[in-house]
C-alpha cells in the first residue's frame, strides 16, 4: 500500500511558477511510475507528466512541455513537478498518483496508476 501527500499548490499571477510535492508513504518499487495528473471543472483528468523510478524516463503532455519539470528523489521517495511561465488554463486540481508500469509505456496510461494522492489546487490568474 502506498499513500500520497501532495503540497504546494496555491494562487499565481499568470506568467509566474510553482512547484508541487509529492511524498510517498510506503514501499516504491523499482517497477513504479510517479505521474502528475490534473483536472479542471468539467473535464476530464489528464496526466501532465510522469517519471519511472528506477531509470527517470519522463513523459510530459504538449501542453506543458518546455513549461513543467517532473523529477524524483528516491531517498526521500518525494516527486516533484516544478510549473514556469503558468497560463490560466493550468488551473486545475493537481493529483499525485503512483503504480506499477506493466509494459513498455504504461507510465503514460492512466489504468497504471493505482494509488492517488488528495490533490492540489492550482490557480493561475489572467
Known amino acids: 500500500q502506498v499513500q500520497l501527500v501532495e503540497s504546494g499548490g496555491g494562487l499565481v499571477q499568470a506568467g509566474g511558477s510553482l512547484r508541487l510535492s509529492c511524498a510517498a508513504s510506503?514501499?516504491?518499487?523499482?517497477?513504479?511510475?510517479m505521474g502528475w495528473f490534473r483536472q479542471a471543472p468539467g473535464k476530464e483528468r489528464e496526466l501532465v507528466a510522469a517519471?519511472?523510478?528506477?531509470?527517470?524516463?519522463?513523459y510530459y503532455a504538449d501542453s506543458v512541455k518546455g513549461r513543467f519539470t517532473i523529477s524524483r528523489d528516491n531517498a526521500k521517495n518525494t516527486v516533484y513537478l516544478e510549473m514556469n511561465s503558468l497560463k490560466p488554463e493550468d488551473t486545475a486540481v493537481y493529483y499525485c498518483?503512483?503504480?506499477?508500469?506493466?509494459?513498455?509505456?504504461?507510465?503514460?496510461?492512466?489504468?497504471?496508476?493505482?494509488?492517488w494522492g488528495q490533490g492540489t489546487q492550482v490557480t493561475v490568474s489572467s
Open positions: 517519471v519511472t523510478w528506477s531509470s527517470g524516463t519522463t
Open positions: 510506503g514501499r516504491i518499487f523499482s517497477s513504479y511510475a
Open positions: 498518483a503512483a503504480g506499477q508500469v506493466r509494459y513498455g509505456l504504461g507510465y503514460r496510461r492512466i489504468d497504471t496508476y493505482d494509488y
